[in-house]
């Protein structure tokens, strides 16, 4: 699985500083270059952390999988303890209807079943809490993933409006590139924050 989006901004920063390059002094396409490269390292960053959490996130999950299969198992033995508890009630149930005096490991057996079905019911519980937690705690991260995907996008169109804005020296475009930018900071700065 890849770690998250590929920045492509290595074509966009040779056409800037060409351009950088047929006009030596301008300050205008240096703050271009500066805000463009800016974006590009934040893009980085924000690519790689996507990345890590979806990786995270998927790990967890898979452990959430694995609790609940063991708690469906602990489920399946709790079944077949009462099963063989049914059967052992049944069969003291029979000797009493006939008039007789119950075995006594039957009775035995009825409430060992009984109690080793409380111990197997608390294991079980305890496995789908831990399911749960994973999952929550995964779902977070699958929250996160989508903070920082939304911030690489942004920084891409950013970059790309930046390299627009160097190729026809409009500084309109250039705004609009440091506005989409800033969005772009916000979601990356909400997703390391954690929300």
């Known amino acids: 699985m890849p ?3 590929e920045v492509e901004t290595e074509r966009l920063h040779e056409a800037i500083h060409e351009e950088l390059e047929k006009e030596e002094g301008s300050p205008f396409l240096k703050r271009i270059a500066l805000t463009t490269a800016l974006l590009a390292a934040l893009a980085a960053t924000a690519s790689l952390r996507a990345g890590g959490t979806v990786n995270e996130a998927l790990r967890l999950e898979t452990t959430a999988t694995r609790l609940q299969a063991e708690a469906s198992d602990q489920w399946a033995y709790y079944q077949a ?3 063989k508890g049914a059967v052992a009630e049944a069969s003291r149930t029979a000797w009493l209807a006939a008039g007789k005096e119950a075995p006594e490991d039957l009775v035995k057996k009825a409430e060992r079943y009984g109690e080793e079905q409380k111990e197997i019911q608390a294991k079980a519980r305890e496995l789908e809490g831990e399911r749960d937690e994973k999952a929550h705690e995964a779902e977070h991260l699958m929250h996160l993933h989508h903070r920082y995907a939304y911030a690489v996008a942004l920084f891409q169109v950013a970059i790309a409006l930046g390299a627009v804005a160097a190729l026809t020296r409009a500084r309109l475009v250039w705004l609009a ?8 900071i916000a979601f990356f ?3 390391l924050l954690g929300g």
């Open 81 to 83: 303890k009462g099963v």
């Open 3 to 5: 770690e998250g989006p």
């Open 177 to 184: 590139s440091m506005a989409v930018g800033a969005i772009g």
């Open 189 to 191: 700065g909400m997703a």
